[in-house]
Protein backbone atom coordinates (compact mmCIF):
# COMPACT_ATOMS: atom_id res chain seq x y z
CA UNK A 1 0.00 0.00 0.00
CA UNK A 2 1.06 3.68 -1.05
CA UNK A 3 2.41 5.63 1.75
CA UNK A 4 -0.72 8.63 1.77
CA UNK A 5 1.07 12.31 1.29
CA UNK A 6 1.38 14.29 4.91
CA UNK A 7 0.36 17.25 3.04
CA UNK A 8 -3.20 15.47 2.52
CA UNK A 9 -3.34 14.26 5.86
CA UNK A 10 -2.54 17.51 7.57
CA UNK A 11 -5.69 18.41 4.98
CA UNK A 12 -8.09 16.33 6.85
CA UNK A 13 -6.88 17.30 9.72
CA UNK A 14 -7.86 21.18 8.92
CA UNK A 15 -11.22 19.98 7.87
CA UNK A 16 -12.36 17.88 10.57
CA UNK A 17 -11.20 21.26 13.32
CA UNK A 18 -13.57 23.27 10.53
CA UNK A 19 -16.39 21.01 10.75
CA UNK A 20 -15.71 20.92 14.99
CA UNK A 21 -15.69 24.61 15.28
CA UNK A 22 -18.75 24.97 12.95
CA UNK A 23 -20.43 22.49 14.71
CA UNK A 24 -19.65 24.44 18.54
CA UNK A 25 -20.75 27.48 16.70
CA UNK A 26 -23.89 25.98 15.75
CA UNK A 27 -24.63 25.10 19.34
CA UNK A 28 -23.93 28.03 20.93
CA UNK A 29 -26.53 29.92 18.06
CA UNK A 30 -29.07 27.45 19.16
CA UNK A 31 -28.42 28.28 22.68
CA UNK A 32 -28.42 32.00 22.39
CA UNK A 33 -31.65 31.63 20.87
CA UNK A 34 -33.37 29.79 22.96
CA UNK A 35 -32.32 31.65 26.07
CA UNK A 36 -31.06 29.48 29.46
CA UNK A 37 -32.11 25.88 28.80
CA UNK A 38 -35.36 27.15 27.20
CA UNK A 39 -37.40 25.69 24.05
CA UNK A 40 -35.99 27.00 20.45
CA UNK A 41 -37.26 29.42 18.57
CA UNK A 42 -37.66 27.16 15.53
CA UNK A 43 -38.57 23.57 16.75
CA UNK A 44 -36.46 20.22 15.86
CA UNK A 45 -39.15 19.46 13.50
CA UNK A 46 -39.41 22.50 11.48
CA UNK A 47 -35.24 22.22 11.35
CA UNK A 48 -35.43 18.88 9.89
CA UNK A 49 -38.28 19.48 7.36
CA UNK A 50 -36.15 22.43 6.03
CA UNK A 51 -32.88 19.99 5.69
CA UNK A 52 -35.05 17.65 3.77
CA UNK A 53 -35.80 20.13 1.53
CA UNK A 54 -32.82 21.43 1.03
CA UNK A 55 -30.55 20.65 -2.48
CA UNK A 56 -27.19 19.18 -1.89
CA UNK A 57 -26.90 18.22 -5.36
CA UNK A 58 -24.69 21.34 -6.52
CA UNK A 59 -21.63 19.43 -7.21
CA UNK A 60 -22.00 16.52 -5.21
CA UNK A 61 -22.82 13.21 -6.30
CA UNK A 62 -26.62 11.74 -5.51
CA UNK A 63 -24.80 8.86 -3.19
CA UNK A 64 -22.68 11.64 -1.37
CA UNK A 65 -25.54 14.31 -1.32
CA UNK A 66 -27.53 11.35 0.98
CA UNK A 67 -24.96 10.49 3.27
CA UNK A 68 -24.63 14.67 4.06
CA UNK A 69 -27.55 14.72 4.50
CA UNK A 70 -27.50 12.28 7.47
CA UNK A 71 -24.59 13.75 8.75
CA UNK A 72 -26.71 17.30 9.10
CA UNK A 73 -29.48 15.45 10.44
CA UNK A 74 -27.65 14.02 13.33
CA UNK A 75 -25.67 17.31 13.64
CA UNK A 76 -29.46 19.58 14.01
CA UNK A 77 -30.47 17.05 16.68
CA UNK A 78 -27.03 17.75 18.17
CA UNK A 79 -27.46 21.09 18.69
CA UNK A 80 -30.94 21.16 19.85
CA UNK A 81 -29.82 18.51 22.17
CA UNK A 82 -27.09 20.55 23.86
CA UNK A 83 -27.77 24.06 23.05
CA UNK A 84 -31.69 24.25 23.81
CA UNK A 85 -34.11 22.76 25.90
CA UNK A 86 -34.22 18.35 24.18
CA UNK A 87 -37.62 17.66 22.41
CA UNK A 88 -38.54 14.26 24.06
CA UNK A 89 -39.88 11.96 21.09
CA UNK A 90 -41.54 8.58 21.78
CA UNK A 91 -41.18 5.57 19.34
CA UNK A 92 -42.21 1.92 19.31
CA UNK A 93 -39.86 -0.03 21.24
CA UNK A 94 -37.58 -1.25 22.06
CA UNK A 95 -34.01 0.40 21.02
CA UNK A 96 -32.76 -0.60 17.35
CA UNK A 97 -37.04 -1.72 16.41
CA UNK A 98 -37.47 0.39 12.79
CA UNK A 99 -39.42 2.72 14.31
CA UNK A 100 -36.85 3.42 16.33
CA UNK A 101 -34.19 3.61 13.26
CA UNK A 102 -36.86 5.87 11.99
CA UNK A 103 -36.37 8.24 14.87
CA UNK A 104 -32.78 8.32 14.46
CA UNK A 105 -33.21 9.17 10.99
CA UNK A 106 -35.68 11.72 11.18
CA UNK A 107 -34.66 13.12 14.54
CA UNK A 108 -30.66 12.99 14.35
CA UNK A 109 -30.46 10.26 16.60
CA UNK A 110 -29.68 12.37 19.14
CA UNK A 111 -33.11 14.09 21.20
CA UNK A 112 -34.18 12.24 23.98
CA UNK A 113 -35.70 9.28 22.43
CA UNK A 114 -38.11 7.15 24.35
CA UNK A 115 -39.24 3.80 23.55
CA UNK A 116 -43.24 2.72 24.70
CA UNK A 117 -44.51 -0.62 24.51
CA UNK A 118 -47.34 0.24 22.13
CA UNK A 119 -48.67 2.22 19.06
CA UNK A 120 -51.46 3.30 21.41
CA UNK A 121 -48.58 4.24 24.22
CA UNK A 122 -46.92 6.52 21.82
CA UNK A 123 -50.22 8.57 21.25
CA UNK A 124 -51.09 8.59 24.83
CA UNK A 125 -47.29 10.15 25.42
CA UNK A 126 -47.98 12.98 22.59
CA UNK A 127 -51.69 13.45 23.80
CA UNK A 128 -50.48 14.01 27.70
CA UNK A 129 -47.48 16.35 26.85
CA UNK A 130 -45.12 13.79 28.16
CA UNK A 131 -43.74 13.85 24.72
CA UNK A 132 -43.18 16.87 22.32
CA UNK A 133 -43.54 14.16 19.15
CA UNK A 134 -44.08 10.20 18.56
CA UNK A 135 -43.11 8.40 15.64
CA UNK A 136 -45.78 5.73 14.68
CA UNK A 137 -45.52 3.26 11.45
CA UNK A 138 -48.41 3.95 9.22
CA UNK A 139 -47.60 2.35 5.77
CA UNK A 140 -45.52 -0.56 4.28
CA UNK A 141 -44.79 -1.10 0.69
CA UNK A 142 -45.26 -4.86 1.11
CA UNK A 143 -48.33 -5.40 3.57
CA UNK A 144 -49.65 -2.29 3.55
CA UNK A 145 -51.41 0.16 6.33
CA UNK A 146 -50.51 -0.32 9.60
CA UNK A 147 -53.97 -1.69 11.34
CA UNK A 148 -53.23 -0.35 14.87
CA UNK A 149 -52.13 3.14 14.15
CA UNK A 150 -55.44 3.99 12.02
CA UNK A 151 -57.56 2.49 14.62
CA UNK A 152 -55.60 4.67 17.72
CA UNK A 153 -56.42 8.10 14.82
CA UNK A 154 -60.33 6.93 14.97
CA UNK A 155 -59.76 6.31 19.29
CA UNK A 156 -57.22 9.36 19.63
CA UNK A 157 -57.09 11.90 16.58
CA UNK A 158 -54.04 13.49 17.10
CA UNK A 159 -52.31 15.73 14.96
CA UNK A 160 -49.94 14.76 12.05
CA UNK A 161 -47.07 16.95 11.56
CA UNK A 162 -44.40 15.20 9.37
CA UNK A 163 -43.20 11.78 7.93
CA UNK A 164 -40.34 10.01 7.14
CA UNK A 165 -39.80 7.03 4.76
CA UNK A 166 -37.26 4.15 6.13
CA UNK A 167 -36.15 1.50 3.90
CA UNK A 168 -36.21 -2.06 5.72
CA UNK A 169 -33.90 -4.38 5.51
CA UNK A 170 -34.52 -7.80 6.91
CA UNK A 171 -31.62 -9.62 7.94
CA UNK A 172 -31.34 -13.18 9.41
CA UNK A 173 -29.37 -13.06 12.28
CA UNK A 174 -28.02 -16.13 14.92
CA UNK A 175 -25.31 -17.33 16.93
CA UNK A 176 -25.29 -20.87 14.94
CA UNK A 177 -24.60 -21.32 11.10
CA UNK A 178 -27.32 -21.95 9.12
CA UNK A 179 -27.69 -25.00 8.72
CA UNK A 180 -27.96 -25.65 12.47
CA UNK A 181 -31.47 -23.19 12.48
CA UNK A 182 -34.46 -24.52 13.48
CA UNK A 183 -36.60 -21.63 14.84
CA UNK A 184 -36.96 -18.44 13.13
CA UNK A 185 -38.51 -15.48 15.18
CA UNK A 186 -39.36 -12.16 14.61
CA UNK A 187 -42.45 -10.24 14.79
CA UNK A 188 -45.01 -10.64 12.20
CA UNK A 189 -44.96 -8.49 9.79
CA UNK A 190 -41.13 -9.00 9.55
CA UNK A 191 -41.90 -12.55 9.10
CA UNK A 192 -44.87 -11.97 6.70
CA UNK A 193 -42.02 -10.23 4.62
CA UNK A 194 -39.87 -12.77 4.36
CA UNK A 195 -41.91 -15.22 3.87
CA UNK A 196 -41.05 -16.53 0.38
CA UNK A 197 -37.47 -16.61 0.92
CA UNK A 198 -37.38 -18.57 4.70
CA UNK A 199 -39.87 -21.42 2.30
CA UNK A 200 -37.16 -21.31 -0.05
CA UNK A 201 -33.93 -21.00 2.21
CA UNK A 202 -35.38 -22.25 5.23
CA UNK A 203 -37.68 -25.36 4.59
CA UNK A 204 -39.59 -26.61 7.55
CA UNK A 205 -38.32 -24.59 9.94
CA UNK A 206 -40.52 -23.21 12.95
CA UNK A 207 -41.67 -19.91 12.55
CA UNK A 208 -42.26 -17.97 15.44
CA UNK A 209 -44.02 -14.86 16.47
CA UNK A 210 -42.76 -12.15 19.17
CA UNK A 211 -43.18 -8.68 19.82
CA UNK A 212 -40.73 -6.98 18.25
CA UNK A 213 -37.36 -7.45 15.60
CA UNK A 214 -35.51 -6.27 18.81
CA UNK A 215 -37.06 -8.95 20.98
CA UNK A 216 -36.27 -11.40 18.13
CA UNK A 217 -32.62 -10.43 18.60
CA UNK A 218 -32.12 -11.39 22.14
CA UNK A 219 -33.93 -14.28 22.22
CA UNK A 220 -31.45 -15.49 19.34
CA UNK A 221 -28.74 -14.91 21.29
CA UNK A 222 -30.03 -16.92 24.41
CA UNK A 223 -31.23 -19.58 22.32
CA UNK A 224 -28.23 -21.20 20.08
CA UNK A 225 -31.16 -23.15 17.38
CA UNK A 226 -33.20 -20.33 16.80
CA UNK A 227 -32.42 -17.29 14.24
CA UNK A 228 -33.61 -14.30 14.32
CA UNK A 229 -35.33 -11.81 11.63
CA UNK A 230 -34.18 -7.95 12.55
CA UNK A 231 -31.76 -5.02 11.92
CA UNK A 232 -28.07 -5.70 12.00
CA UNK A 233 -27.97 -2.60 14.53
CA UNK A 234 -30.37 -5.10 16.82
CA UNK A 235 -27.43 -7.85 15.62
CA UNK A 236 -24.78 -6.04 16.76
CA UNK A 237 -26.49 -4.83 20.43
CA UNK A 238 -26.69 -9.02 20.97
CA UNK A 239 -23.87 -10.16 19.31
CA UNK A 240 -25.15 -12.33 16.93
CA UNK A 241 -23.64 -13.13 13.51
CA UNK A 242 -25.18 -11.90 9.99
CA UNK A 243 -26.15 -15.07 8.45
CA UNK A 244 -27.90 -13.45 5.33
CA UNK A 245 -28.81 -10.15 4.84
CA UNK A 246 -31.57 -8.44 3.26
CA UNK A 247 -34.01 -11.10 3.10
CA UNK A 248 -37.07 -9.08 2.48
CA UNK A 249 -38.81 -10.93 -0.70
CA UNK A 250 -39.30 -6.92 -1.88
CA UNK A 251 -35.69 -5.77 -2.53
CA UNK A 252 -37.69 -1.98 -2.17
CA UNK A 253 -39.40 -2.88 1.27
CA UNK A 254 -40.09 0.45 2.59
CA UNK A 255 -42.17 1.90 5.45
CA UNK A 256 -44.00 5.37 6.12
CA UNK A 257 -44.03 6.44 9.71
CA UNK A 258 -46.29 9.67 10.83
CA UNK A 259 -44.23 12.18 13.02
CA UNK A 260 -47.31 12.73 15.75
CA UNK A 261 -47.37 15.45 17.71
CA UNK A 262 -49.36 19.41 18.55
CA UNK A 263 -47.51 21.56 16.08
CA UNK A 264 -48.64 22.73 12.58
CA UNK A 265 -46.51 23.04 9.55
CA UNK A 266 -46.67 26.14 7.80
CA UNK A 267 -47.28 25.31 3.95
CA UNK A 268 -44.15 24.70 1.82
CA UNK A 269 -45.67 24.45 -1.36
CA UNK A 270 -44.85 20.63 -1.87
CA UNK A 271 -47.23 19.45 1.12
CA UNK A 272 -49.62 16.53 1.66
CA UNK A 273 -53.06 16.80 3.93
CA UNK A 274 -54.42 13.90 5.74
CA UNK A 275 -58.16 13.35 6.95
CA UNK A 276 -60.30 11.47 8.70
CA UNK A 277 -64.06 11.04 8.39
CA UNK A 278 -66.90 9.34 8.40
CA UNK A 279 -70.04 9.97 5.68
CA UNK A 280 -73.74 8.80 6.16
CA UNK A 281 -75.18 5.65 5.14
CA UNK A 282 -76.16 6.27 1.72
CA UNK A 283 -75.45 5.58 -1.82
CA UNK A 284 -73.23 7.66 -3.51
CA UNK A 285 -72.09 9.51 -0.77
CA UNK A 286 -67.95 9.03 -0.71
CA UNK A 287 -68.69 9.50 -4.35
CA UNK A 288 -70.05 13.04 -3.60
CA UNK A 289 -67.24 13.62 -1.34
CA UNK A 290 -64.67 12.32 -3.60
CA UNK A 291 -66.31 15.10 -5.90
CA UNK A 292 -65.81 17.75 -3.86
CA UNK A 293 -62.24 17.42 -4.32
CA UNK A 294 -62.02 16.77 -8.30
CA UNK A 295 -63.73 19.67 -8.71
CA UNK A 296 -61.01 21.95 -7.20
CA UNK A 297 -58.26 19.90 -8.93
CA UNK A 298 -56.96 18.50 -5.84
CA UNK A 299 -55.14 14.98 -6.15
CA UNK A 300 -55.96 11.97 -3.31
CA UNK A 301 -52.98 10.08 -3.05
CA UNK A 302 -54.08 7.46 -0.41
CA UNK A 303 -57.63 6.18 0.88
CA UNK A 304 -58.32 3.54 2.86
CA UNK A 305 -61.76 2.25 5.32
CA UNK A 306 -62.18 1.12 8.63
CA UNK A 307 -65.26 -0.50 9.94
CA UNK A 308 -67.19 1.94 12.33
CA UNK A 309 -66.67 -0.47 15.90
CA UNK A 310 -70.37 -1.69 16.66
CA UNK A 311 -71.82 -0.37 13.65
CA UNK A 312 -72.17 -3.06 10.86
CA UNK A 313 -71.62 -1.85 7.45
CA UNK A 314 -70.37 1.51 8.60
CA UNK A 315 -67.17 2.80 7.85
CA UNK A 316 -64.47 5.89 8.72
CA UNK A 317 -62.75 6.97 5.59
CA UNK A 318 -58.40 7.88 5.82
CA UNK A 319 -57.70 10.00 3.34
CA UNK A 320 -54.17 11.81 1.82
CA UNK A 321 -54.55 15.13 -0.36
CA UNK A 322 -51.72 16.52 -2.33
CA UNK A 323 -51.46 20.07 -1.17
CA UNK A 324 -51.84 22.30 2.40
CA UNK A 325 -55.45 22.86 4.37
CA UNK A 326 -54.29 26.44 4.15
CA UNK A 327 -54.81 26.65 0.39
CA UNK A 328 -57.88 28.45 -0.93
CA UNK A 329 -59.19 25.03 -2.90
CA UNK A 330 -58.78 22.75 -0.40
CA UNK A 331 -59.88 24.51 2.49
CA UNK A 332 -63.32 25.38 0.23
CA UNK A 333 -63.62 21.13 -0.14
CA UNK A 334 -62.61 21.19 3.48
CA UNK A 335 -65.17 23.45 4.73
CA UNK A 336 -67.84 21.35 2.11
CA UNK A 337 -67.19 18.09 3.28
CA UNK A 338 -67.74 19.26 7.14
CA UNK A 339 -71.16 20.28 6.31
CA UNK A 340 -72.10 16.65 5.55
CA UNK A 341 -69.42 14.37 7.28
CA UNK A 342 -71.01 12.48 10.27
CA UNK A 343 -67.50 12.62 11.61
CA UNK A 344 -64.51 15.11 10.72
CA UNK A 345 -60.87 14.98 11.61
CA UNK A 346 -57.93 17.45 10.13
CA UNK A 347 -55.17 15.19 10.78
CA UNK A 348 -52.81 17.15 9.54
CA UNK A 349 -50.94 19.45 6.61
CA UNK A 350 -46.86 18.72 6.59
CA UNK A 351 -44.27 18.63 4.23
CA UNK A 352 -43.88 15.82 1.98
CA UNK A 353 -41.34 12.74 2.98
CA UNK A 354 -38.43 13.47 1.28
CA UNK A 355 -39.36 9.97 -1.11
CA UNK A 356 -42.81 11.36 -1.96
CA UNK A 357 -40.79 14.79 -2.97
CA UNK A 358 -38.10 13.50 -5.00
CA UNK A 359 -40.99 12.04 -7.49
CA UNK A 360 -43.33 14.67 -7.08
Given at each position: ????????????????????????TRISL????????????TSILQEQQRLERMDFHDGISSEISSEVRKVLSFVVGATHLYGAKPSRVAYLGPEHSYSYLAACKFFGGSTHLQGVSSIGAVFEEVERGQARYGVVPIENSTDGRIVDTF????????QICGEVHLAIHHNL????????????CSKPQALSQCRRWLAEHLPGVTLKEVSSTTEAARIAAEEPETAAVASIQAGVEYGLDVLCESI?????????FAII??????PTGNDKTSLLFRVPHRPGALADVMMLFKQRGINLTWIESFPVPRTPNEYFFFVELEGHSQTEQLAKAIDELKLTALRFDLLGSYPKGLADALHS
Open positions: MSQVPEMKIQRLEQIDRELARLVAVGEMSGSGGEAPTTFIERPVLAKCPRAKVRVVEDNPHNSTRGKEQPA
